[in-house]
């Protein structure tokens, strides 16, 4: 077909060209957006752990290290978000450093979309004196 003189416009060949550049340049964007909204919901997640692990910290702050142990020992129950998207299993151990001394860690752990084998942990330390001071 020809074109006329003074007539303008675009070709079905350029427009199926630039429909192609236009669909890989959004399926790219796609990828990023869908890449970042995981990222996200990753550090959501991580960032629930710590804060459960520094809430279970401040609990025991207020415990004589012997009674830590001996919770410790018995085990502490997992935490679910509503829905159960996600379980929190929480551990608490103490180790004597010396008579007198004890390190407290908790450590809060979950798996990624329920893969057992990408397990992430946060983690808190204390190190606390046994005797108690009046």
Do not use: C
Not at 94 to 114: F, K, M, Q, W
């Amino acid at each position: 077909m020809r074109r006329r003189d003074g007539e303008r416009g675009f070709t079905l060949l350029e427009i199926l060209i630039s429909l192609t550049v236009m669909t890989v340049g959004l399926a790219g964007v796609m990828s990023f957006h869908m890449s970042a909204i995981k990222g996200n919901a990753l550090s959501q997640r991580l960032d629930r752990a710590r804060m459960l692990a520094e809430q279970m910290m401040e609990e025991l702050r207020s415990m004589p290290v012997d009674d830590i142990e001996t919770q410790a020992s018995q085990g502490y129950a997992d935490w679910s978000e509503e829905g159960g998207a996600v379980t929190y299993h929480r551990q608490v151990t103490v180790t004597a450093l010396s008579t007198n001394l004890a390190r407290i860690r908790v450590e809060v752990s979950y798996d990624v979309d329920g893969d057992t084998s990408d397990t992430r942990t946060a983690r808190l330390e204390v190190i606390r004196t046994r005797q108690e001071i009046p």
